[in-house]
């Protein structure tokens, strides 16, 4: 089906480890994101990528690498996992600037 | 710096009666505004957007305006019903900047 999935949907691990979570997205979005949602807060930007090649940081990018080098996928990677990352963990795409950002169901992660 | 500001509180109503919710935003001059829904354990679903030069738009039970001189934005869900319930994000958004800045939403609770 078509859509944007993001995997795992739940992952629990130890701080200083290295997690990746996953995005997929089949509409050929140029643009895809990557929001932390936090209670009490409003998601917010991790990184963005414009094209596959291009990807810019968002409010809160400390902690966390990007790559995208095929347009459909867009992974996030936690280089050495702090409890402050635990979250949840929302990837969004989108066909051009200024139109409706499209959600995945999100990955929650709890960092011990 | 732009800031957000959504009713923080759940705004609990009757079913049948009309929900009203109310987006303020500062410091920064939105060409247009978008609504999203948001279900516990999933991601943001787009609802409906409007732009600087429209007053007023509808979907169906929904009803958005936008008040550029005030810096507001009104969200109405007519003959609402229990299904209503659901967290709403507001997110007015300048004119080709890709990135969104999310309000924290307002926590809508429909009682039979």
């Known amino acids: 089906d078509a859509g944007i999935t993001q995997s795992p949907r739940y992952k629990i691990t130890e701080t200083g480890r290295q997690v990746t979570l996953m995005c997929h997205q089949t509409w050929s979005h140029s643009y895809m994101f990557w929001y932390r949602q936090d209670l009490g807060h409003g998601l917010r930007l991790i990184y963005y990528?414009?094209?596959?090649?291009?990807?810019d940081k968002g409010e809160v990018p400390d902690g966390y690498v990007v790559s995208r080098s095929k347009t459909e996928n867009f992974p996030l990677t936690l280089e050495s996992a702090t409890r402050s990352q635990t979250s949840v963990y929302f990837c969004?795409?989108?066909?051009?600037?200024?139109?409706?950002?499209?959600f995945g169901d999100g990955t929650r992660l709890s960092i011990l | 710096s732009q800031k957000i500001e959504q009713n923080s509180e759940a705004l609990n109503i009757q079913e049948g009666k009309t929900a009203t919710l109310t987006c303020n935003y500062t410091n920064y001059s939105p060409a247009y505004l978008q609504w999203y829904r948001q279900d516990p354990g999933r991601g943001p679903v787009f609802l409906l957007l409007i732009s600087e030069n429209e007053k007023e738009k509808r979907k169906e039970r929904l009803k958005v305006t936008f008040d550029t001189t005030l810096k507001q934005s009104l969200f109405h869900i007519t003959a609402s019903q229990p299904a209503d319930s659901a967290t709403y994000l507001c997110v007015p958004t300048s004119g080709g900047y890709n990135k969104l800045i999310f309000g924290a939403g307002t926590r809508l609770a429909v009682h039979p």
């Open positions: 990528s414009a094209a596959a090649d291009i990807t």
């Open positions: 969004a795409s989108m066909v051009g600037a200024g139109q409706p950002q499209h």
